[in-house]
Nanobody, 127 residues
Framework: QVQLVESGGGLAPTGDSLRLSCAPS????????MAWFRQAPGKDREFVAA????????AHADSVKGRFTISVDNAKNTAYLQMNSLKPEDTAVYYC????????????????????WGQGTQVTVSS
């Protein structure tokens, strides 16, 4: 059974940077897409960024555009989220997700499209 394992979360001051990683364990697969979502206390899970294998397309939520960047090491099926210029409102549990089939571009931000999820890693940004 494939599982996704996130790492790299923690506590950071406003303006600082963190890099999250997401790697599969317990098996191998070739993901058609990988993504990051986040959930702050009392809020719904929201889309952060996604990558699609076909064409190497990426998408980022408006709230993180220009500050966060998703990338994927194809050989390792490992996804990264480079987070720069962190803000207190970025505080949340960050989840990695993977989809086996290639999604259409407009579906990259839909959590329901993804087959596998990680347990989440906490990111806390202090003001």
């Amino acid at each position: 059974q494939v599982q996704l394992v996130e790492s790299g979360g923690g506590l950071a001051p406003t303006g600082d940077s963190l890099r999250l990683s997401c790697a599969p364990s317990g098996g191998t697969f070739s993901a058609g897409a990988m993504a990051w979502f986040r959930q702050a206390p009392g809020k719904d899970r929201e889309f952060v960024a996604a990558w699609r294998r076909s064409g190497g397309n990426t998408a980022h939520a408006d709230s993180v555009k220009g500050r966060f960047t998703i990338s994927v090491d194809n050989a390792k099926n490992t996804a990264y989220l480079q987070m720069n210029s962190l803000k207190p409102e970025d505080t949340a549990v960050y989840y990695c997700a993977a989809k086996i089939q290639r999604p259409i571009l407009s579906a990259l931000s839909l959590a329901s499209q993804y087959d596998y999820w990680g347990q989440g890693t906490q990111v806390t940004v202090s003001s």
